[in-house]
């Protein structure tokens, strides 16, 4: 029976350093990481630097047919135990709603909402006690925001499933961890579209990717429904639960975020 940790959004940043920690035994007893993302060369270069089985999918999270590539897979693999998820792979566009792409905001909506719920839904046959999902959500959950206002509404939206599908799976120990992390240096602001907005926006700071990941991964050993990271987020987020929106939004443009 062996014990898979599934990973999107594998090949580089946030993902990547999830597949480092698995595979250096920070999650308990793994068999297998199944990493998933578009770069083949780059899956490639994930697998030799692992010292557990790494099977790679060269996959597009905004196809319909990858879920039934994972599924198929898994339906595949004798006894297989999907022992952690994690739903990381995302994509973001800074920008007023009306000047962003059409095709841009369908795939980046795919990939937000659909792509986890049905990874989700297509892995928890394959779960057993004890198993774990981690889901990326983002401090843009707290406070609809402005300029990022599908990619915020997005990560509410994940945010909000995954407290509410912790609650449903916690009778038989199977959590779901929400991380809302801030900005980090990755490749998610190579192309942000409105760059003005984007450097606006990153004022509230960085965070390391190591110690998102390292948050993250023991928040879901705990069981916790919710990691917030930061500690000046955690404050935000007691803030965005009192504070009217109105109010929230004049702070954000005093401060020179908006």
């Given at each position: 029976m062996p014990a898979i940790a599934l990973v999107t959004g594998a090949s580089s940043g946030l993902g990547r350093e999830f597949v480092r920690r698995i595979d250096h035994g920070e999650t308990g007893p793994?068999?297998?990481?199944?990493?998933v993302a578009r770069r083949a060369?780059?899956?490639e270069s994930l697998v030799r630097t692992c010292s557990k089985t790494v099977r790679p999918f060269c996959l597009d999270l905004t196809d319909p047919m990858s879920f039934d590539i994972l599924e198929s897979a898994l339906?595949?693999?004798?006894?297989?135990?999907?022992?952690?998820?994690?739903?990381?792979a995302g994509a973001g566009t800074f920008g007023d709603l009306a000047s962003t792409p059409r095709d841009e905001l369908s795939d980046m909506l795919?990939?937000?909402v659909r792509a986890p719920v049905e990874l989700i839904y297509r892995t928890l046959p394959f779960m057993r006690e004890g198993s774990r999902i981690i889901n990326i959500a983002s401090v843009a959950a707290f406070i609809p925001q402005p300029r990022l206002a599908a990619y915020s509404a997005a990560k509410r939206f994940m945010l909000d499933i995954s407290r509410s599908l912790d609650v449903e799976l916690e009778g038989v120990d199977i959590h779901v961890?929400?991380?809302c992390p801030k900005f980090m240096k990755t490749e998610f602001l190579d192309a942000p579209?409105?760059?003005r907005s984007a450097r606006k926006m990153t004022?509230?700071?960085?965070?390391?990717t190591?110690?998102?990941?390292r948050q993250a991964l023991r928040a879901a050993r705990a069981g916790r429904g919710l990691c917030i990271p930061s500690l000046d987020m955690k404050a935000l987020y007691a803030a965005s639960r009192v504070l009217p929106y109105r109010a929230a939004i004049a702070v954000e443009r005093a401060i020179g975020v908006l």
């Open positions: 793994i068999d297998e990481i199944w990493v060369d780059r899956l339906s595949e693999t004798p006894t297989a135990r999907v022992s952690l998820l994690v739903n990381n795919a990939l937000l961890t929400a991380v579209g409105d760059a004022k509230i700071g960085f965070e390391r190591e110690e998102v990941v």
